[in-house]
């Protein structure tokens, strides 16, 4: 059974820093399309990051120059290291993966419960 568990969110101010983390069991995520996508209330989801994709890592517009991912396939885990923290990033952060090279619109068949980010002015 795939199972993916979210952790490191929490409350920082503008211009701070989190790092997300997703552990994954039930398979090795070496090859696995694996991303990071978030939700803010009254808003749709929105792809934040993806890796192993078919083309390397992926990073939304939104976030680029701020947010970077890494995958440790020794832990299997993935984890989010986002920077310059802004109010608009606050939002619930989910895990996800696949066999399949989706992008950051894609429809990830695995999913995390999600962690929750929130950055105040």
């Known amino acids: 059974q795939v199972r993916l568990v979210e952790s490191g969110g929490g409350s920082v101010q503008a211009g701070g820093s989190v790092t997300l983390s997703c552990e994954v069991s039930?398979?090795?995520?070496?090859?696995?399309?694996m991303g990071w996508f978030r939700q803010a209330p009254g808003k749709e989801r929105e792809g934040v990051a993806t890796?192993?994709?078919?083309?390397?890592?992926v990073l939304a517009d939104s976030v680029k120059g701020r947010f970077t991912l890494s995958k440790d396939n020794s832990k299997n885990t993935l984890s989010l290291h986002m920077n310059n923290l802004k109010p608009e990033d606050t939002a619930m952060y989910y895990c996800?993966?696949?066999?399949?090279?989706w992008g950051l619109g894609g429809p990830f068949g695995y999913w995390g419960q999600g962690t929750q980010v929130t950055v105040s002015s």
């Open positions: 996800a993966a696949d066999e399949e090279p």
């Open positions: 039930g398979y090795r995520i070496g090859t696995y399309c």
């Open positions: 890796i192993d994709c078919g083309e390397g890592t």
